[in-house]
């Protein structure tokens, strides 16, 4: 590995542990009331198995040190998290929900990709290019998932819905992580890692449309309907408990940081 590839590796890994580590101010709110509240496991879920794969393809794959590590301390935090949600789901069932996920996708899934490409498939070569393909499927598909949050704001005429600091650091990752993929000359890690970046780009670009335009007046009807005549507090408590599901979505995103080899 040749010094700018690893440098860029490093950096890269710098930025996606800040996007691991992003829910953490989420899962403190969730310890201190006691309740998941309204929030979803889905997302972490999903990024635990995104970087369970992208921990196998680094482990797999020669000179994926740099992959390896970032996703082995993102699959950590997700456990902490999706720990963390179980101990504190708002009901039974959601905690049922959530394990029965888990079993599927962190365990079944996994565990068939693993045994498939470790007993099945013959060949260094061969096994790299399966696994870095389901790591780009999902890593596309989580990427994508955010699309929801730009329609929302889109609709609203409101930034509440899509934080700006997780849209920069998502955008900034897919950026640092496909200009590693180029130099190393990884498709299965350049093309999620290149998307993600060019839909971080159009996030920000609706956040400078959108950040100082007025909410839109149906967001204001629905608040009238639910609750009279909404004072300035009702707008703003309502957007605090929109923004979590957003967030949710966006969480899916950061996941390709599990590509973060993301």
């Known amino acids: 590995m040749n010094s700018t590839l690893f440098i860029i590796g490093i950096i890269g890994n710098i930025i996606s542990v800040l996007v691991f580590v992003s829910p953490i101010p989420t899962f403190w709110r969730i310890v201190r009331s006691r309740s998941t509240e309204d929030f979803e496991a889905a997302p972490y879920v999903l990024t635990l198995l995104n970087t369970l794969l992208w921990l196998y393809y680094g482990l797999t794959k020669p000179d994926g040190l740099l992959i390896a590590t970032v996703n082995g301390f993102g699959a950590v935090m997700e456990t902490i998290y999706i720990v963390l949600f179980l101990v504190y789901a708002a009901d039974h069932a959601k905690r049922v929900k ?140 309502a957007s605090s408990r929109l923004a979590p599901n957003v967030l949710k979505n966006q969480l899916l995103y950061y996941k390709p940081v599990g590509n973060a080899k993301y």
């Not at 890593?139 to 600091?165: D, W």
């Not at 350049?190 to 967001?219: D, E, H, M, T």
């Open 98 to 237: 959530t394990t029965k996920l888990v079993a599927a996708l962190d365990i079944g899934f996994f565990g068939v990709v693993f045994a498939t490409t470790t007993f099945a498939i013959r060949g260094l070569d061969m096994k790299i290019v399966v696994i870095g393909l389901i790591c780009a499927c999902l890593s596309v598909f989580m990427y994508g998932s955010p699309l929801a949050a730009v329609r929302r704001v889109i609709a609203s005429r409101s930034v509440e819905y899509m934080p700006f600091f997780l849209s920069f650091f998502l955008f900034l990752n897919g950026g640092v992580w496909a200009m590693y993929a180029i130099l190393d000359k990884d498709v299965f890690l350049g093309v999620p890692n290149g998307i993600g970046c060019f839909l971080g780009g159009i996030q920000l670009v609706i956040y400078a449309v959108y950040r100082n335009k007025q909410p839109a007046k149906s967001l204001v009807t629905r608040l009238q309907a639910k609750s009279g005549t909404p004072s300035a507090h009702t707008v703003e408590d």
